[in-house]
């Protein structure tokens, strides 16, 4: 099934044809208007040199008319054989269609609302027959099984028309126009976008990149550049200051000789002052009992991190290199920014 964009803003044209496997472009004189062109043969040149097929509208009272349109059009330097004239379904409109299908150029006749209207068309020859299944339900018809008729009405006699799926509004509508088996669907931008979204699909691609980041990537590669220590003979309140300037809710405490001996929270600081009051801030970090640090070499994988963070439901660990403190792994730092 051939899958064109449906749009005139030249911004989202370049962005979706970067894709690569659209078939083409179908714009209206609509779009333009909407968009504020002036220079539509400007634009239609434009278009065609980013495009592979471009349908464009050939207007007119009478057949002729519609077929000088479609010629001074080409005489812009437009290739035949990848433009196709959209024209309005009518008896002018179909004998204009058969007319230029006699000099071999493509024709899209449009604005179809019943399957009397797209046989004409088709027996006119038209490359394309184009029923508008939003504005059709919008108006309580069902459009669906219009284009359903007009598939069958191309398989059962022959002809050599596709049948073109427009006025797209959702991406049900695609997912119609696949189960009908139509030849052709054209649809806006922001509807093609919404094509390969699923939230399933986010949340295991999340997943799989998140579990890929834990396997692949070391501790020393995402920890922070400070190295939040303190000597143990500094008072409480000044290790609540050094937390401040070093951005982290704790600290590792060290001896004379640089080894650290514990760390100290901010959980620590709450429980201390319910238990023994203010005075507790003038006291030196010498004077508490610590565990043994929870740590992590700097080479081991976030994945261990996350095992780690999991088992003993702490929020940071102590990062080492050989032995020595180089700096904390907060359990946020396993989550991309």
């Known amino acids: 099934m051939e899958l064109y964009l449906d749009s005139a803003d030249l911004k989202e044209i370049e962005e979706a044809f970067k894709l690569g496997f659209l078939n083409g472009l179908t714009t209206t004189p609509t779009f333009m208007h909407r968009g ?4 539509v043969d400007g634009l239609i040149l434009k278009l065609a040199k980013i495009v592979p097929v471009l349908q464009i509208e050939a207007l007119g009272n009478s057949a002729e008319e519609v077929v000088a349109e479609a010629k001074r059009q ?3 330097g437009l290739d ?3 433009t196709v004239f959209k024209i309005p ?3 002018e409109g179909v004998r204009a269609c058969y007319l230029l299908r006699k000099d071999n150029l493509l024709v899209n006749v449009h604005l179809v609302y019943t399957l009397q209207q797209a046989y004409m068309a088709m027996q006119a ?5 184009c029923p508008l299944v939003g504005r059709l339900q919008d108006q309580g018809h069902d459009a669906l099984e219009l284009v359903n008729q007009c598939v069958n009405a191309v398989e059962t006699y022959g002809y050599d028309t596709k049948v073109m799926f427009s006025s797209v509004r959702h991406a049900e509508h695609v ?3 696949i189960t009908l088996g139509v030849h052709t669907i054209t649809a806006p931008w922001k509807v093609l976008k919404a094509l390969t979204e699923n939230n399933f699909t986010t949340l295991g691609t999340q997943q799989f990149i998140e579990h890929t980041r834990l396997l692949t990537t070391k501790v020393k590669d995402v920890i922070k550049p400070t190295n939040p220590i303190v000597s143990a003979d500094l008072s409480v309140t000044d290790a609540l200051v050094k937390m401040t300037e070093y951005g982290f809710g704790s600290v590792a405490v060290v001896n004379s000789t640089g080894t650290v001996i514990g760390i100290f929270t901010d959980g620590d600081l709450r429980r201390n002052l319910q238990e023994n009051g203010r005075e507790v801030l003038a006291k030196p970090l010498s004077s508490f009992t610590y565990k043994a640090p929870i740590s992590i070499e700097s080479t ?9 963070f999991k088992k003993t439901k702490v929020d940071t660990i102590l990062v080492t290199d050989n032995g020595k403190p180089v700096g904390m792994l907060d359990i946020q730092d396993l989550k991309e920014d």
């Open 36 to 39: 504020g062109i002036t220079d």
């Open 74 to 76: 080409l005489n812009l």
């Open 80 to 82: 035949p054989k990848k």
């Open 89 to 91: 379904v009518s008896l």
């Open 125 to 129: 020859g038209a490359t394309y027959v």
């Open 175 to 177: 997912r119609n126009a």
């Open 300 to 308: 081991a994988i976030l994945n261990d991190a996350s095992d780690i």
